[in-house]
């Protein structure tokens, strides 16, 4: 439906190619390093290209586009003003000691610095956390096959996560980065061709500007950056500042396993950090190519239901034969890139945090990659039948956000006492992770109660922060902190080099 023979042609090679592209890295893999971490062999480049692509994947390419459909420009601060400072402040300060410690998740290394307690809730947490994230990245896999092709969702659902399950079994951590990177160019390709056919479709921005305050009073604000407290969206610029850029994007960048993988597999400390700093460059691109189209879209196209088909019915209408074949498989290389780094996230965490730590703690290193291998497909298929959850929210952005204001407060609170002030003991760090969860889930549970917006997140992350931080500091100066000899290479400056 809608597509050339030219560019089904293009789709079909595209996925047979990442497909064997991604399991030519099977015969690098011996050992659970190897998989989890790709042997520790890899360069800032990839690096670098691989957390972009693990971060834009589905929830930026769609969920971005529909968000900016819906709120306007406002979206765009996840990225310019969230992203770029916490990524600087992770290259700086916690990518090094992470990488120095040789740790293979974040959990170990909050293990480390507090106790066994913290690490187990930690990778709980981030497990359920990427398991059902995947489940909204496949639910936007098949918003977008079914825009595009008219293909049944569950349909669409099943043959990405086939594709993308194959060659990460396979592969581990290296067919995922080195992937991503091919697939990031790709997407770029595809982004510019939406942008300049998008504008060149509306009559320029001028053109476009004029539509949308045409459309009524209610979209005055869509070109503003920063919205008044008394807005009806999700962005007002308290939580913008408070919630995203001093809370959730930090928690992001510093704390997500997805997101830190890949400098965990640096060959050495310098492509670590070099890898992130060159991420967060790409990613001062993206709000133009992916936030943009969703204004485009919604001066052509001003009465859509859902604002997450705006980015597929763009591709769809605008693009001729041959480009939209290429820009089709441009937007599914972000779905899937996306899928494989949360999966090899997932199973990373569960099999050295969980099942290496509590099931069994001295089997083989064989038997360790087998596991991780099985926990990756049973964890694909956990996203699988979760995925039609993501029609409770309004858009997918807003419920990777909502799902993340649960625990990123009180995540980002241990994190940063535990690297910046040794004074922070392991009961601290309990207590403020367990007390500043339970807050945000009480908040998001009677938030009608405290907030006068539908989805108030970014508020609910930086309460818990504040309160999750507040605990640490008490509970801390009244416990027994670990001496020195213990924090060396945990905690800032605490170092023996």
């Excluded at 293979?104 to 480390?112: C, N, Q």
């Amino acid at each position: 439906m809608g597509m050339a023979p030219i560019d089904v042609f293009i789709v079909i090679v595209f996925l047979i190619g990442i497909l064997f592209f991604g399991t030519f890295f099977r015969r690098f893999v011996k050992t659970s390093e190897d998989y989890f971490l790709a042997k520790r062999m890899l360069p800032w480049w990839a690096i670098g290209m691989s957390i972009v692509v693990a971060d834009i994947g589905a929830i930026e390419y769609m969920g971005m586009a529909g968000g900016t459909y819906r709120f306007g420009l406002a979206q765009a601060n996840f990225d310019w003003i969230g992203c770029i400072p916490a990524m600087l402040v992770a290259a700086i300060i916690f990518i090094p000691y992470y990488w120095k410690a040789g740790v293979y998740t974040v959990p170990e290394y909050l293990g480390r610095r507090y106790n066994v307690y913290v690490q187990s809730i930690e990778a709980f947490l981030w497990i359920a956390f990427l398991a059902f994230v995947l489940g909204i990245i496949l639910w936007a896999t098949a918003i977008f096959l079914n825009t595009m092709l008219g293909w049944p969702q569950w349909l669409s659902i099943i043959i990405t996560a086939s594709i993308v399950g194959i060659y990460t079994i396979s592969g581990g951590l290296s067919a995922v980065v080195m992937t991503n990177a091919l697939q990031l160019i790709i997407m770029f390709i595809g982004a510019i061709a939406v942008l300049v056919l998008g504008f060149k479709s509306v009559g320029g921005w001028g053109e476009m500007t004029e539509k949308i305050y045409s459309l009524g009073p209610e979209f005055k604000d869509h070109f503003k950056l920063l919205l008044p407290m008394d807005t009806t969206t999700p962005y007002p610029w308290a939580g913008i500042v408070f919630g995203a850029t001093l809370v959730i994007s930090p928690a992001y960048w510093i704390g997500n396993q997805a997101i830190i993988q890949a400098s965990l597999g640096a060959r050495n400390e310098w492509d670590a950090k070099a890898g992130v700093m060159w991420a967060a460059i790409l990613k001062t691109l993206i709000p133009f190519l992916i936030a943009i189209p969703g204004l485009i879209a919604l001066s052509l196209y001003p009465d859509l239901s859902d604002g997450d088909r705006a980015l597929p019915l763009l591709v769809k209408n605008l693009l001729p034969p041959g480009l939209t074949g290429l820009v089709f498989a441009a937007f599914f290389a972000a779905l899937m890139s996306t899928v494989a780094a949360y999966l090899e996230s997932a199973a990373t965490l569960f099999t050295k945090d969980i099942y290496q730590k509590f099931v069994k703690k001295d089997a083989s290193d064989k038997h360790y990659l087998t596991v991780g291998r099985i926990l990756t497909a049973v964890i694909i298929l956990f996203g699988i039948i979760i995925a039609p959850l993501s029609e409770k929210f309004p858009g997918i952005f807003v419920a990777l956000q909502t799902i993340m204001s649960i625990f990123y407060g009180p995540t980002f609170a241990i994190l940063l006492l535990g690297m910046l002030w040794k004074r922070s003991t392991q009961w601290g760090g309990l207590y403020g992770l367990i007390l500043g969860v339970l807050l945000s889930s009480f908040l998001f549970t009677f938030k009608s109660h405290f907030f006068n917006i539908s989805e108030p997140f970014l508020y609910i992350s930086w309460w818990s922060f504040v309160f999750a931080i507040f605990v640490n500091i008490i509970v801390s100066l009244f416990t027994k902190c670990k001496s020195d000899e213990e924090l060396e290479g945990l905690v800032y400056r605490i170092n023996k080099d």
